[in-house]
């Protein structure tokens, strides 16, 4: 994946350029998701799986915040709660300055127009009975939005905007192939013309062979339409080359977060560093080569007590298990959650 997209994006400038003087447009604050578990050994229940336990972070206009880390973190559950497919547990979202964390059905449906999202299986989130026309037009409808010259110019427009034959309006999901379904998915996301898209790993089940089109697509539509990204995804290579800050994640918190920069050149979280050595070209990582981790994941339902990454962390010491590291800038850098983190560059 790294050469497709390598080869696609090296001379292409950063992608959203006006991204970093943009006013903010989201705002996280200590956001939470614990999902109860019923039943097991004790009366009162089984606990909760804290699967994302007090995130903060910002997306300006314009811009891609990446939100990576291994399976199981809590990505997904961010971005759905982002777009309020999920209830957040505790803390607030706060989109152009308007608190939307618990807003009901009935405040949420103008916020659709500028919140949307592209889901990660192009296969199961669009419904096989229906059109592309339909599918597509759905939320024109839902909303009660009529653009000019009707709805189905409307929609033939977005298709031939994401690349797609517009004389396809009458076809079936079926008949397409699994890059195809991803930007019909694209198109309905853009049907409402939002200000930001949750992209849930939108690349992660299509074929290695067409994941760099779907990226340049998403970037050449960010370009021209001003569109902010949190986009969510665990091929590193993928982010670097579309995402201008990104968010490292593990079990449910953020443990760095940096411009792409920062990230990828001078990552200082003990995880970051590992997840960077696992990238393919390890030519660019010196005599160390590949971190492997030891250990399992550790289960978000009995979290370790202080900093999470402990149990895995070559660094770790007594402090570690007794006090969770803040998440600060520290000597200059990126603001990341370690007591003890790395210094100097990946060589």
Not at 42 to 67: H, N, S, W, Y
Request: proline content about 7%.
């Amino acid at each position: 994946m790294s050469e497709n997209v390598s080869t696609a994006t090296a001379t292409a400038p950063a992608a959203g350029g006006t991204g970093a003087a943009g006013a903010t447009l989201l705002r996280v604050e200590g956001l939470t998701k614990h999902f109860p578990v019923r039943g097991g050994l004790k009366p009162g229940g089984g606990g909760a799986v804290r699967a994302v336990d007090g995130l903060d972070f910002e997306v300006r206009a314009g811009e891609t915040l990446g939100l990576v880390g291994e399976s199981g973190c809590g990505k997904t559950t961010t971005g759905r709660m982002l777009v309020r497919l999920l209830e957040p547990t505790g803390g607030k979202i706060v989109f152009e300055d308007r608190d939307i964390t618990h807003a009901g059905r009935r405040e949420l449906r103008p916020l659709r127009q500028d919140l949307q999202i592209i889901f990660q299986d192009p296969y199961a989130s669009l419904n096989p009975r229906h059109t592309v026309g339909r599918i597509v037009s759905m939320p024109l409808e839902v909303n009660g939005i009529k653009p000019p010259g009707g709805v189905k110019r409307r929609v033939q427009e977005l298709l031939e905007l994401v690349g797609l034959n517009p004389e396809h309006y009458n076809r079936y999901p079926h008949e397409f192939s699994g890059g195809q379904r991803q930007r019909i998915g694209i198109a309905r996301a853009l049907a409402l013309r939002p200000k930001l898209i949750v992209a849930d790993e939108p690349v992660s089940a299509l074929d290695v062979s067409i994941q760099a089109q779907v990226i340049n697509l998403l970037r050449d539509l960010q370009r021209e339409l001003g569109l902010a990204f949190v986009f969510i995804a665990h091929d590193l290579a993928v982010v670097r080359h579309f995402c201008q800050r990104v968010a490292v994640m593990y079990l449910g918190k953020i443990v760095e977060i940096g411009d792409r920069t920062e990230i990828y050149e001078r990552p200082r979280h003990p995880y970051t560093r590992a997840l960077l050595s696992a990238i393919p070209d390890v030519t660019q990582l010196g005599p160390a080569g590949r971190i492997r981790l030891t250990g399992d994941v550790p289960t978000p339902l009995n979290p370790p007590t202080g900093c999470r990454f402990r149990t895995r962390c070559w660094k770790a010491q007594d402090r570690c298990a007794t006090e969770e590291p803040a998440l600060v800038a520290r000597d200059g850098g990126a603001p990341v959650a370690c007591h003890f983190p790395e210094s100097g560059e990946l060589r």
